[in-house]
């Protein structure tokens, strides 16, 4: 025997190596939509700080339900009417990567199937 043991894993920065899921317009769009509820999350959470008003009834358990409603608020706010940020932060990155880029063999204003709107 030698008395050399394993060798210790590579410390490691918390990034992942694997990009291949970055090459995708689908996850692009996804993490697009997260970051825009992400962002209506942080709105409404400033709002309530403002304190415009005192609360009539104030607990630990009450903060948490708004809290947990603001989080639904928001993600219903980017799923059914977006503010736009997360569609621009979208189109912003997939200008790096072509092949990110909508279709180009689409008319614009025309949809997938070929129909106008």
Same mark, same amino acid.
């Given at each position: 025997?030698?008395?050399?043991g394993?060798?210790p894993?590579?410390?490691t920065?918390?990034i992942?190596q694997?990009t291949?899921?970055?090459?995708?317009?689908?996850?692009?769009?996804?993490?697009?939509?997260?970051?825009e509820?992400?962002?209506a999350?942080?709105m409404l959470?400033?709002?309530?700080?403002? *304190?415009?008003?005192?609360?009539?009834?104030?607990?630990?358990?009450?903060?948490?339900?708004?809290?947990?409603?603001? =989080?639904?608020? !928001?993600?219903?706010?980017a799923? *059914? !009417?977006?503010?736009?940020?997360g569609? !621009?932060?979208?189109?912003?990155l997939?200008?790096?990567q072509?092949?990110?880029?909508?279709? !180009?063999?689409?008319?614009?204003?025309? =949809?997938?199937?070929?129909?106008?709107p």
């Amino acid at each position: 025997m030698s008395g050399i043991g394993p060798t210790p894993p590579a410390p490691t920065t918390g990034i992942g190596q694997d990009t291949s899921r970055l090459a995708s317009r689908a996850n692009l769009d996804k993490a697009g939509k997260q970051f825009e509820a992400v962002f209506a999350g942080m709105m409404l959470k400033s709002m309530r700080q403002a *304190h415009l008003a005192e609360d009539l009834f104030s607990s630990k358990g009450l903060d948490t339900f708004r809290e947990m409603q603001d =989080q639904q608020v !928001a993600q219903s706010i980017a799923d *059914h !009417a977006p503010l736009g940020i997360g569609k !621009a932060m979208t189109d912003f990155l997939a200008k790096a990567q072509a092949n990110l880029q909508p279709d !180009a063999t689409q008319a614009p204003g025309q =949809q997938a199937g070929g129909e106008t709107p």
